[in-house]
């Protein structure tokens, strides 16, 4: 199990680092072709918040898989360590059925997108919206091992 979430941390993080450096220098191609040659791309705006959407669900997906979101765990602290490890079971129920929720309802939203292009780039908006149901199956297959663990009794 924890093969897999190495694998699954490592492409997520490499994917979120390829869009930022993706960002960056199309970013530095629309400034600096503006101001020194006086040419720019209709279609970088478009790119670029494309690649930004999915570095924010891919993000959202890597810090819930490291189990870094915020939480707020002051009370679960103080438990006793049975009822801290039902807690967290009962947490991670949650976040699958939220998760699946997500994924359900992302599709529909993509799928409507898909007849509506970015207006610089003949590109559907409905990939953009494909990271949120990408994220949210992530998002519930980490839940998903998570509640393996439990299940078997390992240790996370």
């Known amino acids: 199990m924890e093969h897999v979430r190495l694998w699954m941390e490592r492409i997520l993080a490499t994917a979120i680092g390829a869009g930022l450096i993706g960002i960056f220098l199309l970013n530095l191609y629309q400034v600096g072709g503006r101001y020194l040659f006086g040419i720019g791309a209709a279609w970088i705006p478009d790119v670029t918040r494309f690649l930004f959407i999915w570095m924010v669900f891919l993000g959202t997906a890597l810090v819930h898989l490291q189990k870094k979101h915020l939480v707020i765990d002051f009370v679960q602290l103080r438990m006793p360590h049975p009822l801290r490890r039902a ?3 009962l947490i991670s129920t949650g ?43 992530l998002i519930a297959l980490t839940s998903l ?6 299940v078997s009794g390992g240790k996370r």
Do not use: C, H, K
């Open 145 to 150: 091992m998570s509640l393996w663990e439990w």
């Open 95 to 137: 976040m699958l059925l939220m998760a699946v929720l997500l994924v359900v309802v992302g599709w529909r939203i993509m799928q409507i997108r898909m007849d509506i292009p970015y207006t610089g780039w003949e590109v559907p908006t409905g990939y953009a919206y494909l990271a949120v149901p990408v994220a949210a199956a």
């Open 87 to 89: 807690t967290e079971a």
